[in-house]
């Protein structure tokens, strides 16, 4: 199994800016791509950025110039930097990861979530 751990959530007014980070823990396990989700109230669990083992990254359009992904592979940590912060940028936010694990093998990895409100 691998564990995630989301911190970094709060709230912020419209124009601000949050980092969400992410670390992973578990028995010997290998992480292949990284991501954050987040879902709105009364909304669907939206993707909205990933970034490979390699450090290549892919943002959702709504996201794209104001949000940053990246990632320490040493650190099995993920972060995502979020500037000029929108009310509807408003949700939990869930950090998954595509990885292996001793225990379990291959598997979809998502953490608790973190809330981010942005008031306007």
């Known amino acids: 199994q691998v564990q995630l751990v989301e911190s970094g959530g709060g709230l912020v007014q419209a124009g601000g800016s949050l980092r969400l980070s992410c670390a992973a823990s578990g028995r010997s396990f290998s992480i292949n791509a990284m991501g954050w989700y987040r879902q709105a109230p009364g909304k669907q669990r939206e993707w909205v950025a990933s970034i490979t083992s390699g450090g290549t990254t892919t943002y959702t359009d709504s996201v794209k110039g104001r949000f940053t992904i990246s990632r320490d592979n040493a650190k099995n940590t993920a972060h995502l930097q979020m500037n000029s912060l929108k009310p509807e940028d408003t949700a939990v936010y869930y950090c998954?990861?595509?990885?292996?694990?001793?225990?379990?093998?291959?598997?979809?990895?998502w953490g608790q979530g973190t809330q981010v409100t942005v008031s306007s």
């Open positions: 998954n990861a595509d990885a292996w694990a001793v225990v379990g093998g291959w598997g979809d990895y």
